[in-house]
């Protein structure tokens, strides 16, 4: 893309020169011209009275230019044969931007296994590309990268997502790099910008002090990851059909190779994730006393304990229930945070779960503020009456 | 073996605070340490070093001027090297400018093997190290926990997944990214501290560098900041009133209305 004067049209009124913030127009023979020190930031575009200015758009053009982008796409990760959850979720993030840009939403599918092809149509996809290659089989970063971006330079989708996971956030970068454009990672809300139709990516920044929403204006795709459990899945539609297009026998090849693989709960993976209830101790816990009453709470509710991060620097439980930006991202339906002060760090890793019940005896505690139901007073004295309470309605 | 490290200095963001009323970060006093992560990956060049009884370590970044000092403390630790990125061209870099950046200076130095932290606390992305890869076209593997071996022109380390570890080989020269559980970052030396002291620091501007003038700093950025804001409350909170038995009696009541216990 670049910004023309239309020579015929500009009548040398100089108007348009102090609308630049970087001095790139300069008058020349009496008319406007715009220098190499544009950046492209469009300031220009209005002000011209005579109409005489406009952005240029090149089509095919090589490098970081926009490109005729199509549609939505999301990466479908398939590890062992089996979708990855935050798959599904991503389709429906999905499914709300390409309603909004009238668009198709595709999803990416690697691996042998095509089984999981039907279920992204019926979570909202239109279209799967699937490729079965066995060299896809298992994850290597370059095969995988080769293909998404040749995939990407093929069909010019506008949007491209995928998950936040080791996979995601280990290939997808260079398929980034590989196509000059903007990627922003662990996105917490995605939205369209009615006006420009770009992509509005919001995260938290700063170490996650605060929230910042990332445009991508002038390169494409535009590229995000979201964490799983972040977003909710769509509507699920077992009668929605789709189109399945097969790519096989692509030239890929790898540097690298996957000689083994080992399972083991790992401190990524605890059953946090799937609990339907947690009950979550911060440094207003105190201790090991006050993470023993949470265990009492969480026994009594069938729960799991989670933590912030404070409680695990203090070395009160393990850093495997760490929930937040460092952590783990849960989406339980009820979630009750004792002792957090609701750091936005901790808020990215919970925010998601249908009910928050905050228990802290600071009424500004910016927990209160993504609280559901907020309870201001000492969990030493509320937990004990909650645990009792709970007992007696369960007959325990 | 020539390996180089890319270090971050970040402030410790675990002590950034936002004033409530301005909206705005308070940085005021909030120290510069070196990206802890960074940490395990320039001991993880050290240790490769030492294994091999030869080569090189550099540490590298590119920041302010006084980023120099996450050098020379990387001095202290034992490098042989630091090379400090700087120039006014390079500021306001996203992560795909930051990448090309150092790919280009990596190039200018050399290495067969390039450690970077899994990520850097400040902004959490973990995309500046597979992008170098790309940009240098290389193999890179993220999120190493372990180094099984290293030689003859190949390298066998273990990347942490979501449900374990697979068991990697490379080819070199390769990019690697690192996780804490890699290994213990060494405290300075006494001789160590001397060292940095006394160290040459090199320099390297965009003119040194084979760059194209329109990929550096803000301007070969694809992505921009459009807003920054603090997060809303939620609308249909509820604080709940009265003792304290009286505010877990009318919970238990909201919850077993909602179908929650
Ligand atoms: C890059 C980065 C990543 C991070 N990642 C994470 C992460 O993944 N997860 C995470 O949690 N944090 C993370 N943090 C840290 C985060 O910024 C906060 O420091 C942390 O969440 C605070 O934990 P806390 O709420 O338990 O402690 P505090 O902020 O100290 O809050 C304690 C709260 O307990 C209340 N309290 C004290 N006593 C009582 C009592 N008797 N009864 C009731 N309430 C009481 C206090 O009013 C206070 O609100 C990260 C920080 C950075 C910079
Ligand atoms: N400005 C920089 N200078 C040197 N290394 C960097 C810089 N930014 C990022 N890195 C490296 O890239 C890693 C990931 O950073 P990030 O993608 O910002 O989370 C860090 O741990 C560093 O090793």
């Given at each position: 893309?670049?910004?023309?004067?239309?020579?015929?049209?500009?009548?040398?009124?100089?108007?348009?020169?102090?609308?630049?913030?970087?001095?790139a127009?300069?008058?020349?023979?009496?008319?406007?011209?715009?220098?190499?020190?544009?950046?492209?930031?469009?300031?220009?575009?209005?002000?011209?009275?005579?109409?005489a200015?406009?952005?240029?758009?090149?089509?095919?053009?090589?490098?970081k230019?926009?490109?005729?982008?199509?549609?939505?796409?999301?990466?479908?990760?398939?590890?062992?044969?089996?979708?990855?959850?935050?798959?599904?979720?991503?389709?429906?993030?999905?499914?709300?931007?390409?309603?909004?840009?009238?668009?198709?939403?595709?999803?990416?599918?690697?691996?042998?296994?095509?089984?999981?092809?039907?279920?992204?149509?019926?979570?909202?996809?239109d279209?799967?590309?699937?490729?079965?290659?066995e060299?896809?089989?298992?994850?290597?970063?370059?095969?995988?990268?080769?293909?998404?971006?040749?995939?990407?330079q093929?069909?010019?989708?506008?949007?491209?997502?995928?998950?936040?996971?080791?996979?995601?956030?280990?290939?997808i970068?260079?398929v980034?790099?590989?196509?000059?454009?903007?990627?922003?990672?662990?996105?917490?809300?995605?939205?369209?910008?009615?006006?420009?139709?770009?992509?509005?990516?919001?995260?938290?920044?700063?170490?996650?002090?605060?929230?910042?929403?990332?445009?991508?204006?002038?390169?494409?795709?535009?590229?995000?990851?979201?964490?799983?459990?972040?977003?909710?899945?769509?509507?699920?539609?077992?009668?929605?059909?789709?189109?399945?297009?097969?790519?096989?026998?692509?030239?890929?090849?790898?540097?690298?190779?996957?000689?083994?693989?080992?399972?083991?709960?790992?401190?990524?993976?605890?059953?946090?994730?799937?609990?339907?209830?947690i009950?979550?101790?911060?440094r207003?816990?105190?201790?090991?006393?006050?993470?023993?009453?949470?265990?009492?709470?969480?026994?009594?509710?069938?729960?799991?304990?989670?933590?912030?991060?404070?409680?695990?620097?203090?070395?009160?439980?393990?850093?495997?229930?760490?929930?937040?930006?460092?952590?783990?991202?849960v989406?339980?339906?009820?979630?009750?945070?004792?002792?957090?002060?609701?750091?936005?760090?901790?808020?990215?890793?919970?925010?998601?779960?249908?009910?928050?019940v905050?228990?802290?005896?600071?009424?500004?505690?910016?927990?209160f503020?993504?609280?559901?139901?907020?309870?201001?007073?000492?969990?030493?004295?509320?937990?004990?009456?909650?645990?009792?309470?709970?007992?007696?309605?369960?007959?325990? | 073996?020539?390996?180089?490290v890319?270090?971050?200095?970040v402030?410790?963001?675990?002590?950034?605070?936002?004033?409530?009323?301005?909206?705005?970060?308070?940085?005021?006093?909030?120290?510069?340490?070196i990206?802890?992560y960074?940490?395990?990956?320039?001991e993880?060049?050290?240790?490769?070093?030492?294994?091999?009884?030869?080569g090189?370590?550099?540490?590298?970044?590119?920041?302010?001027?006084?980023?120099?000092?996450?050098?020379?403390?990387?001095?202290?630790?034992?490098?042989?090297?630091?090379?400090?990125?700087t120039?006014?061209?390079?500021?306001?870099?996203?992560?795909?400018?930051?990448?090309?950046?150092?790919?280009?200076?990596?190039?200018?130095i050399?290495?067969?093997?390039?450690?970077?932290?899994?990520?850097?606390?400040?902004?959490?992305?973990?995309?500046?190290?597979?992008?170098?890869?790309?940009?240098?076209?290389?193999?890179?593997?993220?999120?190493?926990?372990?180094?099984?071996?290293?030689?003859?022109?190949?390298?066998?380390?273990?990347r942490?997944m979501?449900?374990?570890y697979?068991?990697?080989?490379?080819?070199?020269p390769v990019l690697?990214?690192?996780?804490?559980?890699?290994?213990?970052?060494?405290?300075p030396?006494?001789?160590?501290?001397?060292?940095?002291?006394?160290?040459?620091i090199?320099?390297?501007?965009?003119?040194?560098?084979?760059?194209?003038?329109?990929?550096?700093g803000?301007?070969?950025?694809?992505?921009?900041?459009?807003?920054?804001?603090?997060p809303?409350?939620?609308?249909?909170?509820?604080?709940?009133?009265?003792s304290?038995?009286e505010?877990?009696?009318?919970?238990?009541?909201?919850?077993?209305?909602?179908?929650?216990?």
């Amino acid at each position: 893309m670049f910004i023309r004067v239309n020579t015929d049209k500009c009548t040398g009124c100089e108007t348009c020169l102090q609308s630049c913030p970087y001095d790139a127009i300069i008058m020349k023979d009496g008319k406007a011209e715009i220098t190499e020190l544009c950046q492209l930031c469009r300031a220009c575009l209005n002000v011209c009275p005579e109409g005489a200015i406009s952005e240029v758009r090149e089509e095919g053009a090589p490098g970081k230019e926009k490109g005729q982008g199509k549609g939505v796409w999301v990466f479908a990760e398939q590890r062992d044969g089996r979708i990855a959850d935050v798959s599904f979720e991503l389709l429906g993030a999905g499914r709300r931007l390409a309603d909004i840009l009238g668009a198709e939403l595709s999803a990416v599918l690697f691996g042998s296994s095509e089984d999981g092809a039907d279920e992204l149509i019926k979570w909202g996809a239109d279209k799967i590309y699937h490729c079965p290659d066995e060299i896809l089989g298992v994850f290597n970063d370059e095969p995988y990268a080769q293909l998404l971006s040749d995939l990407i330079q093929e069909h010019k989708p506008e949007i491209v997502l995928a998950g936040a996971t080791p996979v995601g956030r280990s290939f997808i970068p260079r398929v980034a790099a590989r196509l000059n454009t903007g990627l922003t990672a662990d996105c917490t809300s995605l939205d369209i910008d009615r006006e420009t139709g770009h992509l509005l990516q919001v995260r938290p920044a700063f170490g996650g002090n605060i929230m910042a929403t990332i445009l991508c204006p002038l390169t494409r795709p535009q590229m995000a990851t979201v964490r799983p459990r972040v977003m909710k899945r769509g509507v699920y539609d077992p009668d929605r059909k789709g189109e399945v297009i097969r790519i096989s026998d692509r030239k890929i090849s790898s540097r690298t190779s996957v000689k083994d693989t080992v399972k083991e709960a790992s401190d990524l993976a605890l059953n946090l994730q799937e609990a339907n209830i947690i009950v979550a101790g911060g440094r207003g816990a105190g201790g090991e006393k006050g993470f023993a009453l949470l265990y009492e709470l969480a026994e009594a509710l069938g729960a799991s304990v989670a933590a912030s991060r404070a409680a695990v620097d203090e070395g009160w439980i393990a850093y495997r229930h760490q929930v937040g930006q460092t952590g783990k991202t849960v989406g339980p339906k009820l979630y009750i945070a004792c002792g957090i002060s609701g750091a936005v760090q901790h808020l990215v890793g919970m925010q998601s779960s249908d009910i928050i019940v905050a228990i802290n005896k600071n009424p500004e505690a910016p927990i209160f503020n993504v609280a559901t139901y907020g309870i201001v007073g000492d969990l030493f004295e509320i937990l004990p009456i909650f645990i009792r309470k709970v007992r007696e309605a369960k007959g325990l | 073996m020539k390996i180089v490290v890319c270090i971050k200095q970040v402030p410790d963001t675990a002590e950034v605070r936002i004033n409530p009323e301005t909206n705005t970060l308070v940085r005021d006093g909030v120290a510069s340490i070196i990206n802890p992560y960074d940490m395990h990956a320039l001991e993880a060049g050290l240790q490769m070093r030492e294994a091999a009884g030869a080569g090189t370590v550099t540490a590298l970044t590119m920041g302010p001027p006084q980023a120099e000092n996450a050098l020379r403390e990387a001095v202290s630790m034992g490098i042989d090297e630091g090379v400090l990125l700087t120039d006014r061209a390079f500021a306001g870099s996203d992560t795909w400018a930051t990448a090309y950046t150092l790919a280009k200076a990596i190039e200018h130095i050399g290495a067969d093997i390039i450690i970077c932290g899994k990520q850097a606390i400040d902004g959490d992305t973990a995309q500046v190290g597979p992008e170098i890869a790309e940009f240098l076209q290389i193999p890179h593997v993220a999120y190493v926990r372990k180094i099984d071996s290293l030689k003859d022109g190949s390298i066998i380390v273990q990347r942490l997944m979501d449900d374990g570890y697979d068991i990697v080989e490379s080819s070199l020269p390769v990019l690697l990214t690192v996780v804490r559980e890699l290994n213990v970052p060494r405290m300075p030396s006494l001789k160590g501290k001397m060292a940095a002291k006394k160290a040459v620091i090199r320099q390297m501007k965009a003119s040194d560098l084979k760059a194209d003038v329109n990929s550096l700093g803000l301007q070969g950025s694809p992505t921009q900041v459009r807003n920054i804001f603090a997060p809303e409350a939620k609308k249909d909170r509820k604080m709940l009133e009265g003792s304290s038995e009286e505010k877990v009696d009318q919970l238990l009541k909201e919850l077993a209305g909602l179908k929650c216990l």
